[in-house]
């Protein structure tokens, strides 16, 4: 193990899968969490990983556990048609029977990306603040809310959206609300439950559309193994969380449909209830998808994305993922991002340790970092202003 030490602030998709990428070439880094456990927060559902993505995973995790996140996947098939909220098909948007599209578990997959790395994360560390050196030179301190510290080489934001590092290290980055506001739901699948869903909403996403700015997504989640069996299988150090077969679903509108504005303030069963009294003129099939909700699973989402900004100096603070590009989720693409961007990041940092200057390498990785990761912030606008009626970017 090389002395060269990284510095990552927060154990989510990215964080994580930079730090599987360091473990395997030998690089020492730690992951600082603020949370007390991995599962303390659900963070959604299901995501949608892209051939890419996978091909990140397949080369940052140990062949078994690739293996493992593989047999836990879902692979629905990739068509994609839009419905009214009388459940009339309108429109094919996609359909590619020779493309697999990959969709996880969230919190099954974050569980992947921490297997192994029990020495490498520390739970229960809140970054409240980082310094440098005066020259810039130098290593950096992390401050953590308990009162103590960490030194190390390198410091990497992988904090998501709400950033500290990002506000202390560039404060003109700022985020925005999107004007939309969504509430989350999910439906267990079983015989009862199945026959809610056309079969339409077993392909990999279907929008349905509504009257008045509303809106609805629905995603299939169906792993081709038990995450419990393929963990017993293939990683039996592996605990797995089994989220089981469930759809993921989300009601959506502009913000100024809704009877409260920030929807944080309510509960649960509070929210679904929300969804159902701002339905009550769709198809009973709808209605009957969103009663059978989990009401403890309900949660809201406030849609806000990032404003592109220009490069910055380099220095031995760097950032990935949600922490610089957070972005709409209506592409499905941060998740997908923040790999690509740990992947690239892992291989400038491996190659620093071994002696490469520092500040070049991470120069050209935020060089490319910056593109692909304002680029899917715009591309992901764009999608969420046709199909959510979010607020556009600002003009450049
Ligand atoms: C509902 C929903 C659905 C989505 N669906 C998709 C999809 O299908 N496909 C896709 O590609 N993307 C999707 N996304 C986007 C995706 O979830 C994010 O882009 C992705 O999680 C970003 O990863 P990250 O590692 O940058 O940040 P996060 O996953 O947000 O991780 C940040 C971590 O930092 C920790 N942290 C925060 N502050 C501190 C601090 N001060 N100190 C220490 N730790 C801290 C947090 O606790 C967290 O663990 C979706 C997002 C949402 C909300």
């Given at each position: 193990m090389s002395e060269f030490r990284v510095m990552v602030i927060g154990a989510g998709l990215g964080g994580l899968c930079l730090a599987q990428g360091l473990r395997r070439s030998g690089v020492g880094v730690t992951v600082f969490e603020?949370?007390?456990?991995?599962?303390?927060?659900?963070?959604?559902y299901r995501l949608y990983i892209d051939p890419d993505g996978d091909l990140i995973l397949r080369g940052a995790l140990p062949a078994e556990l690739y293996e493992l996140f593989r047999a836990t996947a879902g692979y629905p098939p990739l068509r994609i048609v839009k419905l009214d909220d009388q459940l009339?098909?309108?429109?094919?948007?996609e359909d590619d029977p020779d493309e697999t599209p990959i969709s996880v578990d969230r919190r099954t997959l974050r569980q992947i990306l921490a297997e192994g790395l029990c020495d490498h994360v520390v739970f229960g560390k809140r970054l409240v603040r980082y310094e440098t050196s005066e020259n810039g030179d130098g290593p950096v301190t992390a401050h953590f809310a308990d009162g103590t510290t960490a030194t190390g080489d390198v410091l990497v934001a992988?904090?998501?959206?709400?950033s500290v590092v990002r506000r202390q290290y560039?404060?003109?980055a700022q985020i925005m609300d999107s004007g939309v506001r969504q509430v989350y739901g999910k439906v267990p699948l079983n015989d009862e439950t199945r026959a809610?869903?056309?079969?339409?909403?077993?392909?990999?996403f279907t929008p349905l559309v509504g009257s008045r700015e509303r809106y609805m997504g629905i995603g299939p989640h169906q792993p081709h193994e038990p995450a419990a069996q393929a963990a017993a299988r293939l990683a039996p150090d592996a605990e797995l969380h089994d989220g089981g077969d469930y759809m993921a679903c989300y009601f959506g509108a502009r913000?100024?449909?809704?009877?409260?504005?920030?929807?944080?303030?309510?509960?649960s069963p509070q929210l679904h209830q929300l969804a159902l009294d701002m339905t009550t003129d769709w198809h009973p099939g709808l209605r009957a998808i969103i009663e059978h909700w989990l009401p403890e699973a309900v949660f809201p989402l406030t849609l806000r994305t990032s404003i592109p900004i220009p490069a910055w100096p380099t220095s031995r603070v760097t950032l990935l993922g949600d922490a610089i590009h957070a972005m709409s989720p209506a592409g499905g693409a941060g998740a997908n991002t923040a790999l690509r961007d740990a992947a690239a990041l892992a291989e400038v940092l491996a190659r620093a340790a071994t002696g490469e200057p520092l500040i070049p390498a991470l120069r050209a990785y935020e060089a490319g970092m910056i593109d692909r990761g304002y680029a899917a912030v715009r591309e992901s606008a764009r999608d969420g202003a046709e199909r959510y009626h979010q607020n556009p970017l600002p003009a450049a």
């Open positions: 603020r949370d007390d456990a991995l599962l303390t927060r659900s963070q959604g009339n098909e309108t429109r094919v948007l992988a904090d998501g959206i709400n560039l404060p003109h809610l869903f056309p079969e339409v909403m077993f392909n990999v913000t100024e449909r809704f009877p409260h504005e920030d929807l944080r303030t309510l509960t």
